[in-house]
């Protein structure tokens, strides 16, 4: 893939990119998408070249729901890139996918990061984000070719354990 | 335990430069004077320092620039890429490097302008490059800085244990009590926990501002020797009972996938740090727990243990870490308040606290006369201290530890 820049961010993703290329790839057809292990068959959220459960080298890539629960966030009140500063306070989650939860030990599944925007893709209001709410996979386009996966709300019954810090005043 | 080399080696010299946020100078020339600070303190010559170790980021001076500065000729050296949790791992490697014939004495070192020149978050000069690899999962969404690395699992913790800012903040206060009596510190002034829950909001639901390190320019060295070299040296010497790490937890870079997120790698060394040196809690008189953020003591003192997971709230409030307090914490204010030094100069102030003679404000300091009267401006010698733990941090994943003491097992 070439390069892309995204809020002044140059997005480098060589040819040799055995980890993002296809994730990436997959994105700029608005498919989610996770390694499966070719030998054991079990899913993995960081898309790394090995199976941390069998060892095994051989993978490819599985298309998921896209649907999933905020696992844990965290809302940025002051950034350090210059190009963000505009967006503050804005929240970043960690999702957890519907796929696998809570496979191979009740403390795995497969977490992917991400903020939370609305529609339009502008950020969501802080407080309604929250550990535990329900929510998909959007892809917000960023140039000819690529675009950035991001997570939005659904209307979807809070799952599992929930909690959401207050918002200050003002 | 095999080859178990408790009280075998031993802490001798220790040195640092200024802490500043504009030190005008390079991590060469800041290297360079930490380690001559160390052999002073120490008592050695250029000839008797025959190893050389030290960590960076990309943003240090190796041994072999520094070595010319100060007429070393290391029989070893190793100049390795880490940060926090590093000080503590490289002791145990100096350790490695004696038992192996490879050298004798070995200055460890850590230099970095860590304000003026090289930020930890990423920005400057270092924002503007292309990004690729796993950066990609999390640059372009905002996510940077090292609070923000460690913040899920801050969050997630916060949630499921219910702690409130004003738990963190008495962390800060209480460094910040320490550091008011020590004459080094970058932050001298006490703060209270209004100060810090007040102070403004960096990344909720788990950080304000005075929740985090302050980065700072400053170069630490500590000396490590084996016990019978360290017996002619200017010192009692400071023993090393045990040093673990760095270890991890399941996952690595990626502990987030895998295992509880609000454990931290300390649950995973802590059995081996305590069998290994041969002490119980009890035993340990002073720690130095690594504060990047007043969220990395809270997580650490759980999982090593000084409490039940859940209760570092109950423990932080409690006094027990406070100067006077049972068991202090970072008594020279540590990352939040003398300093960031990616960990060393919590080593320092242990091996200082343990020979008696810490660098307060009392007369007599330096020869182990204090007043133990701690108001602001006073002393900050703990009487008797015997034993002290350090309890490196460099992710919520990665984490080391060492245990020293001035008398004999």
Same mark, same amino acid.
């Given at each position: 893939?070439?390069?892309?820049?995204?809020?002044?961010?140059?997005?480098?993703?060589?040819?040799?990119?055995?980890?993002?290329?296809?994730?990436?790839?997959?994105?700029?057809?608005?498919?989610?998408?996770?390694?499966?292990?070719?030998?054991?068959?079990?899913?993995? &959220?960081?898309?790394?070249? $090995?199976?941390?459960?069998?060892?095994?080298? #051989?993978? @490819?890539?599985?298309?998921?729901? =896209?649907? +999933?629960?905020?696992?844990?966030?965290?809302?940025?009140?002051?950034?350090?890139?210059?190009?963000?500063?505009?967006?503050?306070?804005?929240?970043?989650?960690?999702?957890?996918?519907?796929?696998?939860?809570?496979?191979?030990?009740?403390?795995? &599944?497969?977490?992917?990061? $991400?903020?939370?925007?609305?529609?339009?893709? #502008?950020? @969501?209001?802080?407080?309604?984000? =929250?550990? +535990?709410?329900?929510?998909?996979?959007?892809?917000?386009?960023?140039?000819?070719?690529?675009?950035?996966?991001?997570?939005?709300?659904?209307?979807?019954?809070?799952?599992?354990?929930?909690?959401?810090?207050?918002?200050?005043?003002? | 335990?095999?080859?178990?080399?408790?009280?075998?080696?031993?802490?001798?010299?220790?040195?640092?430069?200024?802490?500043?946020?504009?030190?005008?100078?390079?991590?060469?020339?800041?290297?360079?004077?930490?380690?001559?600070?160390?052999?002073?303190?120490?008592?050695?010559?250029?000839?008797?320092?025959?190893?050389?170790?030290?960590?960076?980021?990309?943003?240090?001076?190796?041994?072999?620039?520094?070595?010319?500065?100060?007429?070393?000729?290391?029989?070893?050296?190793?100049?390795?890429?880490?940060?926090?949790?590093?000080?503590?791992?490289?002791?145990?490697?100096?350790?490695?490097?004696?038992?192996?014939?490879?050298?004798?004495?070995?200055?460890?070192?850590?230099?970095?302008?860590?304000?003026?020149?090289?930020?930890?978050?990423?920005?400057?000069?270092?924002?503007?490059?292309?990004?690729?690899?796993?950066?990609?999962?999390?640059?372009?969404?905002?996510?940077?800085?090292?609070?923000?690395?460690?913040?899920?699992?801050?969050?997630?913790?916060?949630?499921?244990?219910?702690?409130?800012?004003?738990?963190?903040?008495?962390?800060?206060?209480?460094?910040?009590?320490?550091?008011?009596?020590?004459?080094?510190?970058?932050?001298?002034?006490?703060?209270?926990?209004?100060?810090?829950?007040?102070?403004?909001?960096?990344?909720?639901?788990?950080?304000?501002?005075?929740?985090?390190?302050?980065?700072?320019?400053?170069?630490?060295?500590?000396?490590?020797?084996?016990?019978?070299?360290?017996?002619?040296?200017?010192?009692?010497?400071?023993?090393?009972?045990?040093?673990?790490?760095?270890?991890?937890?399941?996952?690595?870079?990626?502990?987030?996938?895998?295992?509880?997120?609000?454990?931290?790698?300390?649950?995973?060394?802590?059995?081996?740090?305590?069998?290994?040196?041969?002490?119980?809690?009890?035993?340990?008189?002073?720690?130095?727990?690594?504060?990047?953020?007043?969220?990395?003591?809270?997580?650490?003192?759980?999982?090593?243990?000084?409490?039940?997971?859940?209760?570092?709230?109950?423990?932080?409030?409690?006094?027990?870490?406070?100067?006077?307090?049972?068991?202090?914490?970072?008594?020279?204010?540590?990352?939040?308040?003398?300093?960031?030094?990616?960990?060393?100069?919590?080593?320092?102030?242990?091996?200082?606290?343990?020979?008696?003679?810490?660098?307060?404000?009392?007369?007599?300091?330096?020869?182990?006369?204090?007043?133990?009267?701690?108001?602001?401006?006073?002393?900050?010698?703990?009487?008797?201290?015997?034993?002290?733990?350090?309890?490196?941090?460099?992710?919520?994943?990665?984490?080391?530890?060492?245990?020293?003491?001035?008398?004999?097992?």
């Amino acid at each position: 893939m070439p390069n892309y820049t995204y809020r002044g961010i140059t997005l480098s993703i060589p040819e040799n990119d055995s980890e993002y290329k296809g994730y990436f790839e997959a994105a700029a057809e608005g498919r989610l998408v996770v390694k499966k292990c070719s030998d054991c068959g079990l899913l993995r &959220g960081e898309p790394g070249p $090995g199976c941390p459960w069998c060892m095994s080298l #051989n993978w @490819e890539w599985q298309q998921v729901s =896209g649907k +999933g629960t905020i696992y844990s966030y965290q809302v940025v009140a002051h950034t350090v890139i210059p190009s963000f500063r505009d967006l503050t306070p804005f929240a970043i989650v960690l999702v957890e996918l519907d796929e696998q939860r809570g496979q191979p030990t009740e403390f795995d &599944g497969l977490r992917i990061t $991400g903020n939370l925007v609305d529609d339009d893709f #502008n950020m @969501e209001k802080e407080e309604n984000v =929250g550990i +535990g709410k329900r929510v998909e996979a959007v892809f917000q386009p960023v140039e000819d070719g690529f675009m950035l996966p991001q997570w939005r709300l659904i209307d979807e019954p809070d799952q599992g354990f929930t909690w959401s810090h207050q918002v200050p005043e003002g | 335990m095999a080859g178990n080399p408790r009280d075998k080696y031993c802490i001798v010299g220790v040195g640092e430069t200024e802490y500043s946020r504009a030190s005008g100078r390079t991590t060469r020339a800041l290297g360079a004077e930490a380690i001559r600070n160390a052999m002073n303190d120490a008592g050695l010559t250029p000839d008797q320092v025959d190893g050389m170790l030290s960590y960076h980021g990309g943003d240090s001076t190796p041994s072999t620039s520094i070595q010319y500065d100060l007429g070393i000729r290391p029989n070893f050296y190793m100049d390795c890429s880490g940060g926090g949790s590093s000080t503590e791992a490289l002791v145990g490697l100096a350790i490695g490097a004696i038992e192996a014939g490879m050298c004798d004495v070995v200055a460890i070192f850590r230099s970095m302008n860590g304000y003026s020149n090289v930020r930890i978050g990423g920005t400057g000069a270092r924002a503007s490059a292309p990004i690729g690899g796993l950066d990609l999962m999390k640059r372009p969404y905002g996510l940077i800085s090292a609070v923000q690395q460690f913040a899920y699992t801050f969050t997630r913790h916060m949630a499921e244990y219910g702690v409130k800012s004003e738990d963190l903040a008495a962390i800060k206060v209480a460094h910040s009590i320490h550091a008011s009596n020590n004459p080094k510190a970058l932050m001298k002034h006490r703060v209270t926990v209004d100060d810090v829950v007040n102070s403004r909001w960096i990344i909720r639901p788990v950080a304000h501002l005075l929740d985090c390190c302050l980065e700072t320019d400053n170069a630490t060295c500590v000396i490590v020797t084996s016990a019978e070299r360290a017996r002619d040296l200017k010192h009692k010497p400071i023993y090393i009972k045990g040093v673990q790490g760095r270890g991890t937890k399941p996952g690595g870079d990626f502990h987030y996938q895998h295992g509880p997120i609000s454990r931290v790698a300390g649950h995973y060394i802590a059995p081996r740090i305590f069998d290994l040196a041969g002490v119980k809690h009890e035993d340990v008189d002073i720690t130095g727990c690594y504060d990047a953020f007043t969220y990395t003591v809270l997580l650490q003192f759980e999982d090593y243990g000084w409490c039940e997971k859940g209760e570092g709230k109950d423990y932080v409030t409690s006094g027990i870490i406070n100067l006077g307090g049972r068991r202090p914490n970072n008594l020279s204010g540590g990352h939040l308040c003398e300093g960031y030094t990616h960990g060393m100069n919590m080593v320092i102030e242990n091996v200082r606290q343990l020979r008696g003679t810490v660098d307060d404000y009392c007369p007599g300091a330096l020869e182990g006369d204090h007043t133990y009267d701690y108001a602001e401006g006073g002393c900050r010698q703990v009487r008797d201290a015997k034993i002290s733990m350090n309890m490196g941090w460099g992710t919520p994943a990665v984490g080391s530890s060492l245990i020293m003491g001035n008398v004999l097992s």
